[in-house]
């Protein structure tokens, strides 16, 4: 895994493998000469556990004592990778901490190495330099192994197809020397002669091997030791010592991608990058940051166990803290503070760059957390496309074939899915601007969002979303508000108003094409191509009704009218189309008799709040289409009593319907097989009853627990058997972001969202 950790005991000269396989040469090396001759042996340490939450997996393992009068040993290994929706300064900060805490009466060594995976996925040569920085005065340095490959090859990646590393940049690996103790030690060389001695001898020798090589010839590792030295070995529980060191790792790259922005093609650097001269003086900030991030973190951490627990249970909110670092792992923060940009990777299903409809199911992750940060992402899509970078009418399906190549699609040969992304960027759009606005006394998208000063802001600039920081509460670096008052109001004004033509453009294609789609992919490409898929026609009627929400905002009056006057009777009608001849059920496809769908495009009535009545309906005359063909727009009709957009009673036969095909691991995508995918699992049932919801979410974390599945969380898996991938293997992906439906819907119309769908648990 590129990472090992080892600890001996002095009392009983035993060496213990903590993490990784640090000791397979040990082994070789014990199974040639025996213990005596190699002057040590291994044991295993008692596994203690994992807990985890949105920012920290914390390893406990337990040591016994061989003497009946010495404790033993407690040792957590902490891994934090912090998400702090307070502070996006720190949040662009692409580092992690390591802290090791030890417990107990046994005097121990720490042996803690990385190798040169992590800088390439192939047997390139690499590089390595020990560097030092002053931490307090000339007492305290930060030491730093700095790896990298010889050759670095620019924006290219180890392999296609969305599972491959980065074969440029450096890697950092830190700890703290205090010239008082000196204890920390350090020493590159070769794996197995390191751990070798530092098996017989407990220690490094602040030594470094200057023959650089590929990463498997003879393995160079970068390691370092420490001492933990508890004195007498304490009878007491109550009186035994603890110890702490950490370890900081960071992966640094300048620039982080090529991005076919509005000014041409321009290597994109990291956000970080502004605010630090460089790598050292981040490095330094970072270690000493802890204290704060930590915090911060686990700020987050808490409240999201909160809010979790109180939309679904203890099973939920496992889920959504194993999900988070997922989803911000596929992240790269760019730009500059005054426009700032968030860069996604599609892993695993493929290598695209930005792909909406990637984005898409990832975005309640965004609203919850921090909704500037699903601006940075869209704000790349947007600034492209209007700078006329890509042919067609309606919206792109990513910014380029191969992360982290943004270099887009000239000749309009992306994906085709344009009901799809047309649909999908309308309805984020509609929450985004929705996110900003918001009285005092009203409950705002993301918690954090309310959090910090105002903001400034400037009406004539050009950059709508700068990031502006203040201090609070002895912390620097916190964001400023987001949104709220008549400000926010004025930004999402400012927002909608500058991509105008874009926003009517994509609903002009919506209007012709997405009542009755011809064939073509959507989301869930893995599925084939399909015409008049009833789910897809969903989102692209719900997304002409986003675009008169957007056209409200700015005051466009008419525009308003007659986006919602076309979405009211196109949703009449798809209801004609799309529901089961029984009325029962909705169907895959309008004309697929028997088949059915799991309507998770449902979920964006309700974020967006049409599912709730208005005081009053704008419902002013259809007017004539363009006039470009396709499909013309149709009679309206008549309002519905409920005055909401989406009829209730078709979320009632939905909800009831999942319950009924409810599979033992979840609730199947659709009838043509037992496979789902998790995060619409989540956006389907976050508009279903309670009963339905809990049932399909302990469904699903039955699937966690007993999954054979054996890579980071897939959102691809068959209900039924072992839980296993259906064929595709995807993983690691950020679409587990679709997991945080239930919060951001509780969190949504000033936080009545849920209200809104009392009616599914009344009788």
């Known amino acids: 895994m590129g990472l090992g950790v080892l600890v001996k005991v002095a009392e009983s000269g035993l060496v213990y493998p903590l993490l990784g396989r640090p000791h397979d040469p040990l ?5 040639d000469k025996g213990a005596e001759e190699a002057g040590y042996d291994i044991s295993y340490p008692i596994y203690l556990g994992a807990q985890y939450d949105a920012s920290t997996t914390n390893f406990t393992y337990m040591i016994p004592s061989r003497n009946e009068d010495t404790e033993y040993l407690e040792i957590v290994l902490s891994f934090l990778s912090p998400i702090t929706p307070t502070s996006t300064f720190r949040q662009a900060i692409p580092a992690s901490y390591l802290t090791v805490h030890m417990k107990g009466g046994l005097d121990a060594d720490l042996y803690v190495d990385i190798n040169g995976r992590w800088v390439t996925g192939h047997e390139n040569v690499i590089t ?8 307090d005065g000339d007492e305290k ?6 790896v990298r490959r010889e050759t670095e090859q620019l924006f290219t990646e180890s ?21 008082m103790t000196s204890d920390m030690r350090h020493e590159a060389g070769e794996s197995s002669y390191l751990r070798s001695r530092f098996a017989r001898n407990a220690t490094l020798q602040n030594a470094i091997d200057s023959e650089f090589r590929a990463v498997q010839d003879r393995e160079p590792v970068f390691a370092f030791s420490k001492t933990f030295d508890f004195g007498q070995g304490y009878a007491n529980l109550k009186h035994r010592s603890s110890h702490s060191v950490q370890f900081t790792i960071a992966h640094t790259q300048d620039p982080v991608v090529q991005f076919a922005s509005a000014r041409g093609l321009t290597f994109m650097r990291p956000l970080w990058k502004s605010y630090f001269e460089n790598v050292p003086e981040l490095l330094v900030f970072h ?9 911060l973190a686990s700020n987050y951490s808490s409240q999201l166990a909160i809010d979790a627990y109180e939309s679904g249970a203890d099973d939920y909110v496992d889920i959504v803290a194993l999900s988070a670092r997922q989803v911000m792992g596929s992240t790269s923060f760019s730009g ?15 290598g695209n760059f930005q792909t909406i409809d990637v984005i898409f199911p990832a975005f309640p992750f965004f609203l919850y957390t921090n909704p500037r940060w699903l601006a940075y992402l869209l704000e790349p899509l947007i600034e492209h496309i209007l700078s006329g970078q890509y042919p067609n009418d309606y919206a792109m399906h990513d910014l380029g074939y191969s992360f982290p190549n943004a270099t887009g699609h000239p000749d309009g040969n992306d994906e085709y899915m344009p009901v799809e992304e047309c649909g999908n960027i309308l309805i984020m759009g509609l929450a985004l601007a929705n996110s900003l606005v918001y009285m005092p006394n009203e409950t705002a998208m993301s918690i954090w969002s309310t959090l910090g000063n105002d903001a400034p802001f400037d009406a004539k600039s050009n950059n709508v979303f ?10 620097d670096y916190l964001d400023n508000r987001w949104g709220g008052h008549t400000q926010g109001l004025a930004q999402a004004q400012k ?14 294609y919506l209007i012709e094409f997405s009542l009755v789609p011809e064939n073509q992919l959507s989301t869930d490409d893995f599925a084939g191509w399909l015409a008049k898929q009833t789910n897809l026609a969903l989102k692209g009627i719900i997304g002409i009704n986003a675009m008169a929400g957007l056209a409200d905002i700015i005051g466009a009056d008419a525009d308003a009218a007659f986006y919602k006057n076309i979405s009211t009777t196109y949703i009449a009608k798809w209801e004609e189309y799309g529901m089961s001849r029984n009325g029962e059920y909705a169907t895959l496809s309008y004309d697929w008799h028997g088949s059915w769908t799991t309507l998770y495009n449902l979920f964006a009535d309700s974020l967006l709040c049409f599912h709730m009545p208005s005081e009053k309906r704008k419902t002013d005359t259809l007017v004539s289409s363009s006039g470009k063909g396709g499909q013309a727009p149709l009679k309206p009709s008549p309002p519905t009593k409920s005055n909401v957009f989406v009829p209730h009673h078709i979320y009632k036969k939905q909800s009831d319907w999942y319950h009924n095909v409810r599979q033992r691991y979840g609730l199947p995508l659709d009838s043509r097989n037992l496979q789902t995918k998790s995060d619409w699992e989540f956006f389907a049932v976050a508009v279903a009853s309670s009963s339905v919801r809990s049932e399909i979410l302990q469904s699903v974390a039955l699937w966690v627990n007993e999954t054979v599945t054996d890579r980071p969380l897939t959102d691809l898996y068959q209900t039924e058997g072992d839980g296993d991938y259906p064929g595709a293997r995807f993983f690691a992906r950020p679409v587990v972001g679709g997991h945080f439906a239930f919060l951001a819907l509780g969190r949504a119309c000033g936080g009545k969202a849920m209200d809104g769908l009392s009616f599914l648990d009344e009788e």
């Open 466 to 475: 700068p990031l502006s920081m203040s201090s609070q509460g002895g912390i």
């Open 141 to 146: 340095l930060l030491k730093t192994w700095n």
């Open 27 to 31: 082994l070789g090396e014990l199974e």
């Open 287 to 295: 270690f000493l940051d802890f204290a704060n991030v930590n915090a």
């Open 495 to 508: 927002w909608i108003e500058r991509s105008y033509r874009l926003w009517k453009q994509w609903t002009g």
């Open 336 to 350: 500059t503070p005054e426009n700032p940009i968030l860069f996604m990777k599609e892993i695993s299903s493929n």
């Open 159 to 179: 392999a296609p197809g969305g599972n491959a590393q980065a074969e440029w940049g450096t890697l950092h690996f830190s700890a703290m020397e205090d010239s």
């Open 128 to 135: 390595w330099d020990l560097s030092y920085a002053s931490l």
